[in-house]
């Protein structure tokens, strides 16, 4: 027998995504759902043997290659990354960022100079191995990119996708030759594709037929190259200019300068809600600039308010950033230099996240700089500059004009623009991008998608020219090309949309939405739309931050139901600014669905919650914590978007119990089980840290898991993990040092005694020693995180129902619907369904004439005993039981009265004591009986009613 099996081994705990031989070594790597990857040796005799595992990824590990000279693996996840290990050390070489969506395939060039990979996000990207940079971006596909092939030459790179075609790209060029039709099934994920290794001939192979079949294609160069006109494609590079800086340090004037040439008008100046952008073409900064010919090449040019409410929402836009300008006004001092400072930590913190070991070029620019002053400290911006790497510094004045040609210049001097990732993409994929630039030039908000498919199609915006010079130059192309092609525009096309097309107006739009130029959405009627204008979308989204944050009641929330309404509080937004009303719908779903999920906020009995409007306390002022803190992480960048979606993923995720938010804290209880929590403390600088936790009784696998799943989100979010052993006692609050805490895990101990006070505290372990003694503990995570991915999904479609309801406030003089219920007397084994289910049937029978249906009302009172003698799980029943009725009946948590019962009450008779003398007491705390009295203690008896305590 010329093959035998060898041995069977288990290799990892979860399914196996991808296996490769060293081409130099008698090794193999395997990857897995489990995001490890594991080097292999095999031998003679027994099953091969484990030599290395490779950790770092966040995501399920899709693939493994080892280059042609076996000193690199490559390995694409499903975190949207490529990494390179050196395998001579195991250790991270590269992280190569820029996919928007899953990694599913990647695959070395020949001669290991380039890698291809391909992507969920529709889009297969070309990288340097040696920079770790992306060279190309190829588009065209209009769904999912599953698997590439370099052909035995280099010559050719072949691409399958759900699509159901493969694509064939030159490699000199980079742009498409041809497509082939493949029927494929849709529900398999591992559609694959293979170039013959050997022989003259160029063979491909593809799976066809619903994937039952395969496909043998002889591809002839000489033919493909030779073939009449090719596809037509437009080679793209765009640059991203972010302006950023204190609030009313000029940032809008300064960027109408630029981008302008004007200075705002007197109706346009005071503080900037929100931010612009401006669309640039390269030369207008630098002739030099000036794209090759048969390319395209423009600037983007945005403007970030600086207001704290906007800020939270600007950290959702500032991907991509190829220059940032972060302005300061150098008169002002030390106060100046610390907030140039703070941007540029948050700056590098996000762009750490996006560019990896790849920074941005930043310039530091003085404003408001009309005359010369001898306030400012060169010496200071000199100094400021080595420390936060600005390439350089220049003084600019919108007003005056004064530098603005210096600072255009040394912005087209930091871009690098031949070491930018270039696009090759269809023409038609471009048309559509560069419709939505029309539309948006010409003030459209608001745009059903086959409205902008229509507007293509029949050449609308081709009618007349805009103002603008970037949108104007366009326009001529497009313009051109119609005539070229010999259709006139007075002559709509009425022709209905190939489906080809409408696949590629769904794929471009959806890159343009996840690239932050656009918001799209699908309205609760099931239309698509998509909102041309960010600026509009931020204002509204800071206007609702502030709503939240000036609430009435002190806490940092928005009721759903007014979201509906034309009364939604909207403060900040004149009544000219606000869209009509139909349009402003659209715009507040699109917001909602932002802020769910980004983690801005999260749903809660009927509420919008923002965990990070809740204000942390800074160092010194930070309390006295209920239980210890055992171990905390410091961190810098997007403090509050960071500790806002932890909070929020906790909550929506309910494996830690009922969650109670404190100012800078968020502590998370079920009966029996103990208490989980963090907490929040600002420094100075932009600096933070978060505090882990647990009540002495909280059992290891809880701590585990809330651990775990901490960690996980600040990795994920970038944060550089820095983790603290060091404990806080929780009755001396005196901390034991970090040394002491590692001596006792080294000598085996569970828990550290205090040295002043002798309070035992319980060990906390870091992820990775939890990852070693509980590997079961990834299971559960990873069953968590769909659970929370899920109810977030769920938790949009609600809220987006609550916006695009009918206006619910009530008419001056309509009927307010108060449901009044009493005597629940809820238990531990009492159904909150059950109960919900028949009140309903009451309240929506329709067959009483005297008592009509009711959908909604507008409070609801519980009074009596809602629970059987103050039984905590009998109040959780009561609780689901509530929740789920403010869902049903469109009420919110600030609409509901609770007026407990003397059965709700708890420690009823410890709260009184009898005392014989009462002398200096308060009169109202005691009560005679006979010779003695009966005092209250107003400790125990605040306690009573423990249950209803938030």
Same mark, same amino acid.
């Given at each position: 027998?010329?093959?035998?099996?060898?041995?069977?081994?288990?290799?990892?705990?979860?399914?196996?995504?991808?296996?490769?031989?060293?081409?130099?070594?008698?090794?193999?790597?395997?990857?897995?759902?489990?995001?490890?990857?594991?080097?292999?040796?095999?031998?003679?005799?027994?099953?091969?043997?484990?030599?290395?595992?490779?950790?770092?990824?966040?995501?399920?590990?899709?693939?493994?290659?080892?280059?042609?000279?076996?000193?690199?693996?490559?390995?694409?996840?499903?975190?949207?990354?490529?990494?390179?290990?050196?395998?001579?050390?195991?250790?991270?070489?590269?992280?190569?960022?820029?996919?928007?969506?899953?990694?599913?395939?990647?695959?070395?060039?020949?001669?290991?100079?380039?890698?291809?990979?391909?992507?969920?996000?529709?889009?297969?990207?070309?990288?340097?191995?040696?920079?770790?940079?992306?060279?190309?971006?190829?588009?065209?596909?209009?769904?999912?990119?599953?698997?590439?092939?370099?052909?035995?030459?280099?010559?050719?790179?072949?691409?399958?996708?759900?699509?159901?075609?493969?694509?064939?790209?030159?490699?000199?060029?980079?742009?498409?030759?041809?497509?082939?039709?493949?029927?494929?099934?849709?529900?398999?994920?591992?559609?694959?594709?293979?170039?013959?290794?050997?022989?003259?001939?160029?063979?491909?192979?593809?799976?066809?037929?619903?994937?039952?079949?395969?496909?043998?294609?002889?591809?002839?160069?000489?033919?493909?190259?030779?073939?009449?006109?090719?596809?037509? !494609?437009?080679?793209?590079?765009?640059?991203?200019?972010?302006?950023?800086?204190?609030?009313?340090?000029?940032?809008?004037?300064?960027?109408?300068?630029?981008?302008?040439?004007?200075?705002?008008?007197?109706?346009?100046?005071?503080?900037?809600?929100?931010?612009?952008?401006?669309?640039?073409?390269?030369?207008?900064?630098?002739?030099?600039?000036?794209?090759?010919?048969?390319?395209?090449?423009?600037?983007?040019?945005?403007?970030?308010?600086?207001?704290?409410?906007?800020?939270?929402?600007?950290?959702?836009?500032?991907?991509?950033?190829?220059?940032?300008?972060?302005?300061?006004?150098?008169?002002?001092?030390?106060?100046?230099?610390?907030?140039?400072?703070?941007?540029?930590?948050?700056?590098?913190?996000?762009?750490?996240?996006?560019?990896?070991?790849?920074?941005?070029?930043?310039?530091?620019?003085?404003?408001?700089?009309?005359?010369?002053?001898?306030?400012?400290?060169?010496?200071?911006?000199?100094?400021?500059?080595?420390?936060?790497?600005?390439?350089?510094?220049?003084?600019?004045?919108?007003?005056?004009?004064?530098?603005?040609?210096?600072?255009?210049?040394?912005?087209?001097?930091?871009?690098?623009?031949?070491?930018?990732?270039?696009?090759?993409?269809?023409?038609?994929?471009?048309?559509?991008?560069?419709?939505?630039?029309?539309?948006?030039?010409?003030?459209?908000?608001?745009?059903?998608?086959?409205?902008?498919?229509?507007?293509?199609?029949?050449?609308?915006?081709?009618?007349?020219?805009?103002?603008?010079?970037?949108?104007?130059?366009?326009?001529?192309?497009?313009?051109?090309?119609?005539?070229?092609?010999?259709?006139?525009?007075?002559?709509?096309?009425?022709?209905?949309?190939?489906?080809?097309?409408?696949?590629?107006?769904?794929?471009?739009?959806? !890159?343009?939405?996840?690239?932050?130029?656009?918001?799209?959405?699908?309205?609760?009627?099931?239309?698509?739309?998509?909102?041309?204008?960010?600026?509009?979308?931020?204002?509204?989204?800071?206007?609702?931050?502030?709503?939240?944050?000036?609430?009435?009641?002190?806490?940092?929330?928005?009721?759903?139901?007014?979201?509906?309404?034309?009364?939604?509080?909207?403060?900040?937004?004149?009544?000219?600014?606000?869209?009509?009303?139909?349009?402003?719908?659209?715009?507040?779903?699109?917001?909602?669905?932002?802020?769910?999920?980004?983690?801005?906020?999260?749903?809660?009995?009927?509420?919008?919650?923002?965990?990070?409007?809740?204000?942390?306390?800074?160092?010194?002022?930070?309390?006295?914590?209920?239980?210890?803190?055992?171990?905390?992480?410091?961190?810098?960048?997007?403090?509050?978007?960071?500790?806002?979606?932890?909070?929020?993923?906790?909550?929506?995720?309910?494996?830690?119990?009922?969650?109670?938010?404190?100012?800078?804290?968020?502590?998370?209880?079920?009966?029996?089980?103990?208490?989980?929590?963090?907490?929040?403390?600002?420094?100075?600088?932009?600096?933070?840290?978060?505090?882990?936790?647990?009540?002495?009784?909280?059992?290891?696998?809880?701590?585990?898991?809330?651990?775990?799943?901490?960690?996980?989100?600040?990795?994920?979010?970038?944060?550089?993990?820095?983790?603290?052993?060091?404990?806080?006692?929780?009755?001396?609050?005196?901390?034991?040092?970090?040394?002491?805490? !590692?001596?006792?895990?080294?000598?085996?101990?569970?828990?550290?005694?205090?040295?002043?006070?002798?309070?035992?505290?319980?060990?906390?372990?870091?992820?990775?020693?939890?990852?070693?003694?509980?590997?079961?503990?990834?299971?559960?995570?990873?069953?968590?995180?769909?659970?929370?991915?899920?109810?977030?999904?769920?938790?949009?479609?609600?809220?987006?129902?609550?916006?695009?309801?009918?206006?619910?406030?009530?008419?001056?003089?309509?009927?307010?619907?108060?449901?009044?219920?009493?005597?629940?007397?809820?238990?531990?084994?009492?159904?909150?369904?059950?109960?919900?289910?028949?009140?309903?049937?009451?309240?929506?029978?329709?067959?009483?004439?005297?008592?009509?249906?009711?959908?909604?009302?507008?409070?609801?009172?519980?009074?009596?005993?809602?629970?059987?003698?103050?039984?905590?799980?009998?109040?959780?029943?009561?609780?689901?039981?509530?929740?789920?009725?403010?869902?049903?009946?469109?009420?919110?948590?600030?609409?509901?009265?609770?007026?407990?019962?003397?059965?709700?009450?708890?420690?009823?008779?410890?709260?009184?004591?009898?005392?014989?003398?009462?002398?200096?007491?308060?009169?109202?705390?005691?009560?005679?009986?006979?010779?003695?009295?009966?005092?209250?203690?107003?400790?125990?008896?605040?306690?009573?009613?423990?249950?209803?305590?938030?």
């Amino acid at each position: 027998m010329w093959f035998a099996l060898a041995p069977n081994f288990q290799g990892h705990d979860y399914s196996i995504y991808s296996v490769d031989w060293s081409p130099i070594q008698p090794q193999f790597a395997s990857a897995s759902k489990g995001n490890a990857i594991r080097i292999w040796r095999a031998g003679t005799d027994g099953p091969p043997q484990l030599i290395a595992q490779l950790t770092g990824h966040l995501g399920s590990v899709r693939a493994v290659r080892w280059s042609g000279d076996g000193k690199t693996l490559a390995s694409a996840s499903e975190d949207g990354t490529v990494k390179l290990w050196d395998a001579a050390t195991g250790k991270e070489s590269w992280t190569l960022r820029g996919h928007t969506g899953l990694v599913l395939s990647v695959v070395w060039a020949p001669d290991d100079s380039l890698l291809a990979s391909a992507s969920a996000d529709g889009t297969v990207r070309i990288w340097s191995p040696e920079s770790g940079q992306a060279r190309f971006v190829l588009e065209g596909h209009s769904s999912a990119v599953l698997d590439v092939a370099f052909s035995q030459d280099g010559q050719w790179l072949a691409s399958c996708s759900r699509d159901n075609t493969v694509r064939l790209w030159r490699t000199d060029f980079w742009s498409e030759l041809t497509s082939l039709a493949v029927q494929s099934d849709e529900d398999n994920p591992w559609q694959s594709l293979a170039f013959r290794p050997v022989g003259p001939a160029v063979v491909l192979a593809t799976l066809g037929d619903k994937d039952r079949a395969i496909y043998l294609w002889e591809l002839d160069p000489g033919v493909l190259l030779g073939q009449g006109r090719p596809k037509p !494609q437009v080679r793209y590079t765009s640059a991203k200019v972010v302006l950023v800086g204190e609030s009313e340090v000029g940032k809008s004037c300064l960027a109408m300068r630029f981008a302008e040439d004007r200075y705002p008008k007197d109706h346009e100046h005071g503080t900037t809600h929100g931010m612009r952008f401006w669309n640039m073409e390269a030369e207008d900064l630098h002739p030099s600039a000036r794209p090759p010919v048969g390319q395209r090449r423009d600037v983007v040019l945005w403007d970030f308010g600086g207001q704290d409410e906007y800020r939270l929402v600007h950290q959702l836009f500032l991907h991509d950033t190829t220059l940032a300008l972060v302005l300061m006004d150098p008169t002002r001092g030390r106060a100046a230099f610390d907030q140039a400072r703070d941007w540029n930590r948050r700056l590098d913190k996000h762009l750490q996240r996006q560019l990896g070991e790849h920074q941005a070029v930043k310039l530091l620019v003085g404003a408001k700089q009309d005359q010369p002053s001898e306030l400012v400290d060169r010496k200071g911006i000199e100094a400021l500059c080595a420390e936060c790497d600005f390439a350089g510094y220049i003084e600019t004045s919108a007003k005056a004009p004064v530098g603005i040609e210096a600072l255009k210049a040394a912005v087209g001097e930091g871009l690098d623009w031949d070491a930018m990732t270039k696009t090759s993409r269809p023409e038609l994929f471009q048309r559509i991008r560069d419709e939505v630039a029309l539309r948006r030039e010409a003030g459209d908000v608001v745009v059903l998608l086959m409205d902008l498919a229509a507007g293509i199609r029949e050449g609308r915006t081709l009618a007349r020219a805009p103002k603008k010079a970037a949108a104007r130059r366009i326009w001529e192309v497009w313009r051109r090309k119609a005539k070229e092609d010999g259709r006139s525009q007075d002559q709509p096309q009425t022709a209905p949309l190939p489906p080809f097309d409408k696949a590629a107006l769904a794929a471009v739009t959806d !890159q343009l939405a996840t690239q932050g130029v656009i918001v799209k959405t699908r309205m609760t009627s099931g239309e698509q739309v998509i909102v041309l204008q960010l600026p509009v979308v931020e204002r509204y989204a800071g206007a609702l931050i502030v709503a939240a944050r000036n609430h009435p009641h002190r806490v940092p929330v928005l009721e759903e139901r007014l979201l509906g309404s034309p009364q939604v509080p909207l403060p900040g937004l004149d009544p000219d600014e606000r869209l009509e009303r139909p349009q402003e719908k659209v715009v507040l779903e699109c917001v909602v669905e932002l802020m769910i999920q980004h983690g801005l906020c999260f749903r809660h009995g009927g509420l919008l919650v923002f965990p990070s409007l809740f204000p942390a306390p800074v160092t010194g002022d930070e309390g006295k914590l209920p239980h210890s803190v055992s171990l905390y992480y410091d961190f810098t960048g997007a403090i509050d978007n960071i500790y806002a979606a932890l909070v929020a993923r906790l909550m929506v995720g309910e494996a830690f119990g009922e969650g109670r938010l404190r100012p800078g804290r968020a502590e998370f209880d079920r009966p029996g089980s103990g208490v989980c929590g963090i907490h929040q403390l600002k420094r100075a600088g932009g600096l933070a840290r978060v505090d882990l936790f647990f009540a002495e009784e909280t059992p290891p696998g809880r701590r585990d898991l809330f651990t775990r799943f901490v960690e996980e989100h600040l990795r994920e979010n970038g944060v550089e993990i820095r983790e603290h052993q060091a404990i806080r006692c929780r009755e001396c609050q005196r901390e034991i040092t970090e040394d002491m805490v !590692q001596a006792n895990i080294a000598a085996g101990e569970k828990d550290v005694v205090c040295p002043w006070c002798r309070t035992h505290t319980l060990i906390t372990e870091g992820v990775e020693r939890i990852r070693e003694r509980n590997p079961e503990s990834e299971a559960r995570m990873v069953a968590l995180r769909k659970y929370i991915d899920q109810r977030l999904a769920e938790d949009v479609q609600s809220a987006k129902r609550a916006v695009a309801g009918a206006d619910q406030m009530a008419q001056t003089g309509a009927p307010v619907r108060i449901l009044h219920l009493s005597d629940l007397h809820f238990e531990e084994d009492s159904s909150p369904k059950a109960s919900l289910r028949w009140l309903l049937q009451d309240l929506r029978n329709d067959k009483d004439q005297n008592f009509p249906a009711i959908e909604k009302v507008e409070y609801l009172i519980l009074s009596g005993d809602v629970t059987h003698q103050g039984d905590a799980a009998g109040f959780d029943k009561a609780r689901a039981f509530v929740e789920q009725l403010i869902e049903e009946l469109g009420l919110s948590a600030l609409r509901c009265i609770f007026v407990p019962g003397n059965h709700d009450l708890q420690r009823r008779d410890s709260c009184y004591r009898y005392q014989s003398s009462v002398a200096g007491l308060d009169a109202r705390r005691l009560v005679k009986q006979g010779d003695i009295y009966l005092v209250r203690d107003d400790t125990d008896y605040l306690l009573r009613l423990a249950l209803f305590r938030g």
